[in-house]
């Protein structure tokens, strides 16, 4: 079992920045993929920013060039830094770990999230 607990959200006004923490239990964590993901009102949660285990980063288009993840295996920690941060940026974020299994389907957790809120 894996717990996630994601921090640092908050009230920034547009342009400004945030940086969200996720801290993962487990002896293994360097195994896990991780994952930044968010929910707006009224839509379906949708992926941010995803980090492999061997460090390929990936993020939707909406936040090419303004947002970055990072992972800390030596301290079980994932990062989502967010720069120029947008009214649309608004959401729940969540972070994910994925652990994989062989050939059986991964092992999939969910931190409890974390609010973000953009506004002037």
């Known amino acids: 079992q894996v717990q996630l607990v994601e921090s640092g959200g908050g009230l920034v006004q547009p342009g400004g920045s945030l940086r969200l923490s996720c801290a993962a239990s487990?002896?293994?964590?360097?195994?896990?993929?991780m994952g930044w993901y968010r929910q707006a009102p009224g839509e379906q949660r949708q992926s941010v920013a995803t980090i492999t285990t061997g460090g390929t980063t990936d993020y939707v288009d909406s936040v090419k060039g303004r947002f970055t993840i990072s992972r800390d295996n030596a301290k079980n920690m994932v990062y989502l830094q967010m720069n120029s941060l947008k009214v649309e940026d608004t959401a729940v974020y969540y972070c994910?770990?994925?652990?994989?299994?062989?050939?059986?389907?991964?092992?999939?957790?969910w931190g409890q999230g974390t609010q973000v809120t953009v506004s002037s």
């Open positions: 994910k770990a994925t652990q994989p299994r062989g050939v059986l389907p991964p092992w999939v957790y």
């Open positions: 487990g002896s293994i964590f360097s195994t896990y993929s």
